[in-house]
T-cell receptor, first 114, second 112 residues
Framework: DTGVSQDPRHKITKRGQNVTFRCDPI?????LYWYRQTLGQGPEFLTY????????KSRLLSDRFSAERPKGSFSTLEIQRTEQGDSAMYLC????????????FGNGTRLTVT | AQTVTQSQPEMSVQEAETVTLSCTYD???????LFWYKQPPSRQMILVIR??????QNATENRFSVNFQKAAKSFSLKISDSQLGDTAMYFC?????????FGTGTRLKVLA
């Protein structure tokens, strides 16, 4: 169990640029989640994958956001035309596909949009 | 819609003392799970303890225990013999399906 890894740890970008984050879940975990966390807040659900299928996408995810999980392994989260309001910590989590299995979180990617 | 409320933004406790963090939730579901997660400064979030709603017995994990009051929709976390390493943000979370809903967190500082 090498844990959930996220890359990069930090990303600074200028408004209007596109960014892509990567998440590698624990290998036997079917479920993969993306959450967003702003300062002083708890994680907010963005999207959920079961294997390669994206089963739910939050209303928080505007059309500028897209997530993929090809082949049910790693996942990417892309933000197009970034805005200052996108600045946040983006957390990836995974779990086994069983009931309400606990989530295992990565260290997150901190995005700063200038 | 389910909601999770943590009404204590910050708390502090002396080392070796006991502290209780509060959490309330709202749901119409009868079967669900509740969690407490810990997020140390600049480190990843980890599970502290989990409670299944259909189990009346309160969960315990070493120095951590919960007081689960299903009728009151209350789920508090008690940390006994607090240690400096317990300093962190603590998040209460609810899950009835695959989705996990988190509270806004309580920042706990353990004082030497």
């Amino acid at each position: 169990d090498t844990g959930v890894s996220q890359d990069p740890r930090h990303k600074i970008t200028k408004r209007g640029q596109n960014v892509t984050f990567r998440c590698d879940p624990i290998s036997e975990h079917n479920r993969l989640y993306w959450y967003r966390q702003t300062l002083g807040q708890g994680p907010e659900f963005l999207t959920y994958f079961q294997n390669e299928a994206q089963l739910e996408k939050s209303r928080l995810l505007s059309d500028r956001f897209s997530a993929e999980r090809p082949k049910g392994s790693f996942s990417t989260l892309e933000i197009q035309r970034t805005e200052q309001g996108d600045s946040a910590m983006y957390l990836c989590a995974s779990s086994i596909d069983e009931g309400n299995s606990p989530l295992h979180f990565g260290n997150g990617t901190r995005l700063t949009v200038t | 819609a389910q909601t999770v409320t943590q009404s204590q933004p910050e708390m502090s406790v002396q080392e070796a003392e006991t502290v209780t963090l509060s959490c309330t939730y709202d749901t119409s579901e009868s079967n669900y799970y509740l969690f407490w997660y810990k997020q140390p400064p600049s480190r990843q979030m980890i599970l502290v303890i989990r409670q299944e709603a259909y189990k009346q017995q309160n969960a315990t994990e070493n120095r951590f225990s919960v007081n689960f009051q299903k009728a009151a929709k209350s789920f508090s976390l008690k940390i006994s013999d607090s240690q400096l390493g317990d300093t962190a943000m603590y998040f209460c979370a609810f899950s009835a399906t695959y989705k996990y809903i988190f509270g806004t967190g309580t920042r706990l500082k353990v004082l030497a």
